[in-house]
């Protein structure tokens, strides 16, 4: 399956308690079981002002749909072709 990176603006990201964090993950693990096997969270990282989520999925169109069905931002989407890291270069 495909793995894709979505970049989501949320202002003040990075200030969110734990509890905030819970509900977000808690609903979109919700809309995940609704959606079915063929998308899967992977994980996501937190920052500032922004979430960049790591996906699989069969299609773009099937994060798209899980972000209008949850109510989370989408800036972009964009398929991860490849990881890279220090080892890469070794």
């Known amino acids: 399956m495909p793995k894709f990176i979505i970049e989501r603006s949320i202002p003040g990201a990075g200030k969110l308690s734990r509890e905030e964090l819970h509900q977000i993950a808690k609903k979109s693990n919700q809309v995940l079981q609704d959606l079915g096997p063929g998308i899967q969270w992977v994980h996501s990282y937190v920052t500032n002002d922004k979430l ?3 996906y699989r999925a069969q299609t773009e169109e099937q994060i798209a749909e899980h972000a209008r069905k949850g109510g989370f931002p989408v800036d972009r989407i964009e398929v991860i ?5 220090p080892t890469t270069g070794e």
Request: negative net charge; proline residues 0%.
């Open 52 to 54: 960049y989520c790591v």
């Open 81 to 85: 072709h490849d990881i890279m890291d």
